[in-house]
């Protein structure tokens, strides 16, 4: 019965990170995968995380089936992360999902199966998955402009001059922050004009936020979903817990549509109920339960924000500590890229010959085309890969 199947081709990133594992180069250094590592090198527990499953164990709580869309409470918190504190309720649908992944595909399936939708928008380059889960839901996947590996820029007017191409009700896929995997984002005032076009071409933005807190803080970071909402523009917020509460193994994320009224949210909600039902019936309680602990909990969302602040800063110090060594050893590379973009990710321009000699003489590993994971940057090996870099890219 299944003998017919061929072996598969592996994830880029996932046998990127196996061949760092089984590296057994002792200054090894992984800038791959997209992990918060601490300065130790660790992924890291948060104190509130911490904190919140102490409180919960404390409690006792029998593992009883959830409702499928997630606890209401956790709904309320996550639209008010994402769309501000004094958010109305009204004509907002939010359900738990299994991470950021699983939202963007229970977006996927709610596009195919309730909007008729066949086609999707991607920017160029997006996140690998994004291609591989559209695609396996059926939506045809195109891409948009957005990003000139040459000059190190955004190619914004390229951008809206696509985006004024597209056909009426036309699903693009946009990453309001920290955008993976160029660390290259929009300004407020280019999201000011992106919404006027998707309001003025009908187009549907699909928000995927998988780094709120890692470019500019908590707030900065959802400018365009609080810009776009306040614009009234119909969209989809695909939001993820992995990286800013570092629960990346809880599977913690949810969709949130902005459906304008309370009738249309109350019947997309129902949508996205009997999907979630027909595919695996309901979340995962634990995540949700740390996370709407944390979020209800004064003291505790205080402490959570602090942690991920520190995160940030942490991310920004070896950005510029990276950046200034490559830029006082005459670097050949683009060093301004690395000081100026934000989030997890450089990309840093390195050549495909560059990455490789990287991986093989000096066991520094990251994702092809030149994608840098700069959490994996410490004070115990950043001048190792400084270096490393330096002595690659005057080669
Ligand atoms: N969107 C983007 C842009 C991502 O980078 C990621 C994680 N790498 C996700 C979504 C998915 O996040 P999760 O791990 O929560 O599924």
Redo the contacts with the bound molecule.
Sequence with gaps: MFAHLQPSAADPIMSLMEAYLRDDNPQKVNLGI?LYYDEQGNIPLMQAVRQAEQRLLTQGHPHGYPPIEGSAAFAAQVQRLLLGEEVSACGLATVQT?????A?KLAADFLRDYLSREEIWLSDP??A??GAIFAGAGLQTHSYPYFDDIAGELRFEAMLECFNGLPAGAVVLL?PCCH?PTGTDLTPAQWRTVIEVMQQRRLLPLF?I??QGFGDGLEQDAYALRAAHRAGLDCLI?N????NAAL?GL???ALTLCCGDAQTASNAQGALKTLIRRSYSCPPTHGGRIMETILTDDALRHLWRSELDAMRDRIRQMRLRLASGLEQGGSALDYRRIRDQRGMFSYTGLNPQQLETLRQRYAIYLVAPGRMCLPGLNLNNIDYVADAILAVSRS
């Design positions: 997209g299994v991470g950021g992944s699983g963007l997006t996140w998955n994004h990453h993976n995927d998988a780094y695909a993820s817990f992995s990286k990346y599977r913690l994320g």
